[in-house]
């Protein structure tokens, strides 16, 4: 039962919880398919235990607590008052930020998460592409969502790669070499692409095969003049960031 100038019981556990937890509350395991490159899925799993884990001490300790206990030990805000609640809140918390900086990074399960498929439909209708967004494009991945500098900087200051950035790499020398060995900054034709992902037998997802560089596939005047849309990826451009150079857990992609 609500008390007359609180929060209702489980309006006032979320805010708690989201005080004590921070963005660990929001976060969901991504779902990866098998495509391109190196595939690990069950390095996220892991990580989503984890998080059980601790969404599920914070409600059990709140459980401890009948509505207007709850109320008076937390306030309407959702932080603890004194003591023993405040050390207890403290703590998660610290675990919480524990768990937020060993989340793996984002490419790490490989390249087929769903929530980074490129949007070939709007890709297949380019005049040209980057070199930037050939190499994305080839290994299913939106190029919106990765910073290009940033992940020159990961590639040249990581002495040992995680296998999915190594594989990236590589693949950004292939396709370099072959459209712009001299690093003029030369755009790619999408017809001349496919014709050599064709000639050379490069890995690439079905979709990539289904749109990219197909004859049929007519250029809209707007999007060959050099319009372009507004990005469903907008404020999402993904940075690297080495954080260690032990073993393979060397770099880190950050929002």
């Known amino acids: ?23 660990l509350i929001d976060w969901s395991e991504p779902v990866i398919n098998k495509t391109v490159g190196p595939y690990f899925p069950h390095v996220f799993k892991e990580h989503a235990k984890e998080r059980d884990n601790l969404l599920r001490e914070c409600s059990e300790y709140l459980e401890n607590f009948d509505d207007e206990l709850l109320a008076t030990k937390f306030g309407n805000e959702g932080w603890a008052a004194k003591g023993e609640d405040q050390n207890w809140q403290a703590g998660l918390r610290n675990k919480a930020d524990s768990w937020g900086r060993r989340e793996p ?4 399960g490989g390249f087929g998460r769903t929530d980074h498929d490129a949007d070939f439909g709007y890709w297949s209708k380019m005049a040209h592409l980057t070199l930037h967004e050939a190499v994305c494009l080839s290994l299913g991945v939106e190029p919106e969502m990765f910073d290009k500098e940033g992940l020159q900087q990961a590639f040249d200051s990581a002495k040992k790669l995680h296998p999915t950035i190594d594989y990236l790499r590589l693949r950004r020398e292939q396709i370099r070499r072959e459209f712009d060995p001299y690093d003029n900054g030369y755009s790619i034709d999408p017809h001349k692409f496919r014709a050599w992902v064709d000639r050379v037998q490069l890995d690439v997802p ?4 289904q749109v990219i560089g197909r004859v049929d596939v007519q ?13 469903r990826w907008k404020g999402k451009n993904v940075t690297f960031k080495t954080f260690g150079r032990n073993g393979n857990r060397q770099l880190r992609l950050c929002s």
């Open 1 to 23: 039962m609500a008390i007359e100038g609180r929060a209702p019981r489980d309006e006032l556990v979320q805010r708690i919880m989201r005080q004590t937890l921070g963005s």
């Open 105 to 108: 990074f984002r490419l790490e």
């Open 206 to 209: 079905d979709k990539f095969l």
């Open 219 to 231: 250029i809209p005047a707007a999007t060959a003049a050099g319009n372009h849309r507004p990005s």
